[in-house]
């Protein structure tokens, strides 16, 4: 008998809980309900001659609960309702008033080039592939055929963890190379977006951190020609379908042959001269044929499989396009700047 008595007590709290109340009138018939002279938790106070003398006790004090529960419940969404800060659906509100403006925020600039490009190649097959920022000396560097003695590993230019002489942030998108050829079979063909970081002295033309996009092809019979067709396409999609390209021959530990990737950006004005140094070129991104040691080093058979890579930094291509002219801007996160790229996908 007590129990049933209790699960009612226990019901009318729920509902009090659960009670909705979005206007004056659902307050009053609230109320009512609860609080009034013939309210459920009056009845409730009646049953008390039902529970058994030794719940009486406990009976009473969750009744208690229940009628704290709903003048709580009253006073608090009566002040809400009668507040004059416009909550309530009864307190003057005008609801022909125009709305605050919704702003919408935007994509960041660097965003919008790095998913062009991953659009551009995904386009022909290649799938992203994203890995770790901290990395460990033997992906950012041994693997990549980059000696132990190379200046790049300094500290000068790396940023090496605390007290870590092998764990440090990549100094370049070529670690994921190193990450997906020792862990999938060729072929291989993907496209790596990320940051990397440098310790290099923050101007507005270089930054500690910036980001690049990698590229990877691995497979039988793949060739400099692959890799130049590849590369021209790609241009062609970024800078329109006009775009001339040039490789000229440069080194990387990791590639042999290696080569710069110029797309010839025009002379037609005094910006132009400037940024091209006179020569309309624009240099866009380093390539060349993996090198066999790295694919040795990697577990990949140099004698039957081969292939090219390429990296490029993004900065660079999103200040080209929108005509920015401190790297900075890119990372001080001011709405201001952010905002003009609103619309922009
Ligand atoms: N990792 C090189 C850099 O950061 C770019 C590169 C990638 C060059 C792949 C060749 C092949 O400058």
């Not at 909705?20 to 009034?36: A, N, Q, S």
């Not at 079979?185 to 790596?192: E, F, S, T």
């Not at 010839?264 to 910006?271: P, Q, S, V």
Request: glycine fraction near 6%.
């Amino acid at each position: 008998m007590s129990e049933d008595v209790f699960s009612k007590v226990r019901g009318v709290l729920n509902s009090i809980y659960e009670f909705r109340i979005e206007t004056t009138d659902d307050l009053e018939f609230f109320r009512v309900r609860y609080l009034g002279t013939k309210s459920e938790v009056k009845a409730l106070f009646g049953e008390i001659k039902n529970v058994d003398n030794d719940k009486k006790k406990d009976f009473g004090i969750l009744l208690n609960e229940v009628k704290q529960a709903a003048e709580d419940k009253y006073a608090s969404v009566k002040a809400i309702l009668e507040s004059a800060d416009g909550t309530g659906l009864d307190s003057g509100l005008d609801l022909t008033a125009p709305s605050e403006p919704i702003i919408s925020g935007s994509r960041h600039p660097v965003s919008v080039i790095l998913n062009q490009i991953t659009g551009i190649f995904s386009r022909i097959g290649f799938t992203v592939a994203e890995e770790r920022e901290v990395e460990d000396d033997w992906h950012n560097f041994t693997a990549m055929n980059t000696p132990e003695d190379h200046p790049a590993r300094d500290m000068q230019d790396t940023f090496y963890l605390k007290d870590s002489l092998t764990q440090l942030l990549r100094t370049h998108t070529s670690s994921v190379q190193a990450r997906i050829m020792t862990t999938q079979k060729p072929p291989i063909r993907i496209i790596a977006p990320g940051r990397v970081y440098r310790n290099e002295t923050i101007s507005s033309r270089s930054h500690c951190q910036f980001h690049q996009v990698e590229g990877l092809y691995i497979d039988e019979g793949v060739t400099f020609a692959d890799m130049k067709q590849t590369l021209l396409y790609f241009a062609r999609e970024m800078y329109g379908p006009q775009t001339n390209i040039r490789l000229r021959p440069s080194f990387f530990p990791f590639t042999e042959p290696s080569a710069e990737m110029d797309v010839y950006w025009g002379l037609n004005n005094e910006d132009d001269y400037r940024i091209t140094k006179g020569t309309g070129w624009l240099e866009i991104l380093g390539c060349g044929m993996v090198d066999p040691n790295v694919l040795v080093n990697c577990g990949i058979d140099p004698s039957k499989y081969s292939g090219f890579a390429f990296g490029m930094g993004i900065e660079r291509q999103a200040m080209l396009r929108y005509k920015v002219t401190d790297i900075r801007q890119f990372f001080e996160n001011d709405v201001r700047f952010l905002r003009q790229f609103s619309g922009v996908i």
